[in-house]
């Protein structure tokens, strides 16, 4: 049982919280393994000094969005980690949630592009269609589906809100009716930047390699580790 914080007195004098990096930090009774427990006065956070498993350190966080984004799969990263390959799938999909999205900026120039790629089976394919802005080349959408209209939509949609200067795809017949002739555009050479990050993508995430053994077995973990790799 956690005893109640006021039954601590005395402040720890080399004790750091993991969370705030506040020292204001005291004794708060043991673990069920008996370990020593402290707890944060400023954020109201308990931990310990020495975990046992290694998966509670505060920092696996960190290497987690670092070896996801550096390319690692997810037994690679269970590895290094020491950690299980089940307790990591649940550390990527808590760590996305939190990931907020890029915001959008008005009178900005776009290009879309759609990356191919399958969940489990290669022949049922499905396609990442994202939005990467000109200027900054950073990505602001993304959508994970089937090549239709529908998820097209949902990125287009995103950036006509904007009030885009122009936006840039290829000629691929569906955004001729998501998109109006005042924005849209499908000259040569328009989407070089996106066509680059396409090609970042396939290198960095095995999963998205054209020739490998990787790949993804999950639509929600895919969907995570893009928007770690995108925003993380």
């Not at 990591?88 to 900026?105: H, N, T, W």
């Not at 191919?116 to 990442?128: A, D, G, L, S, V």
């Not at 790949?215 to 928007?227: A, G, H, K, N, T």
Request: hydrophobic content about 35%.
């Amino acid at each position: 049982m956690i005893k109640n914080e006021t039954s601590c007195v005395r402040f720890s004098d080399n004790k750091i919280c993991p969370s705030c990096s506040s020292n204001h930090v005291i004794k708060n009774g043991f673990t069920a393994n008996k370990k020593q427990q402290f707890i944060c006065k400023s954020c109201k956070n308990r931990f310990i000094d020495f975990y046992t498993y290694k998966a509670y350190n505060h920092w696996v966080d960190k290497r987690i969005v670092q070896f996801t984004k550096e390319g690692l799969g997810i037994r690679s990263t269970a590895r290094i980690l020491k950690i299980s390959t089940t307790t990591l799938l649940k550390r990527i999909i808590a760590i996305a949630k939190k990931i907020p999205s890029k915001p959008i900026f008005k009178h900005k120039t776009y290009e879309v592009d759609e990356i191919r790629t399958f969940i489990k089976n290669k022949e049922k394919p499905i396609w990442i269609v994202y939005a990467l802005e000109r200027k900054t080349k950073q990505v602001v959408n993304f959508s994970i589906g089937r090549r239709t209209k529908r998820t097209l939509q949902y990125v287009t949609n995103t950036l006509l809100l904007s009030n885009p200067k122009t936006i840039y795809t290829d000629k691929l017949v569906h955004y001729k009716s998501l998109l109006n002739n005042v924005v849209h555009n499908t000259k040569p050479f328009g989407t070089n930047h996106i066509e680059r990050k396409n090609l970042s993508l396939r290198t960095h995430l095995k999963r998205l390699n054209r020739k490998t053994i990787c790949f993804s077995r999950s639509f929600i973990l895919l969907q995570c580790v893009l928007r770690i790799y995108f925003w993380g």
